[in-house]
């Protein structure tokens, strides 16, 4: 899965990383990931470069 994350808000050692809940395009070559900490129920989003993961159809 791309675009793991950690919540910043109850960040510990053994904190899985959260795989975003929505990811929309962000022009050509970027994404913003939106995600849900399963733990706090934090939301934040983040910004990546796009990443070629698009499962063979
Ligand atoms: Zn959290």
């Given at each position: 899965m791309a675009y793991l994350d950690t919540c910043n808000?109850?960040?510990?050692?053994d904190s899985p990383a959260v795989a975003p809940v929505k990811v929309t395009p962000d022009g050509p070559e970027a994404v913003v990931a939106t995600y849900r900490c399963p733990a706090c129920g934090a939301v934040w989003i983040c910004g990546w470069a796009a990443q070629d993961e698009e499962p063979a159809a």
């Open positions: 808000n109850c960040l510990t050692a």
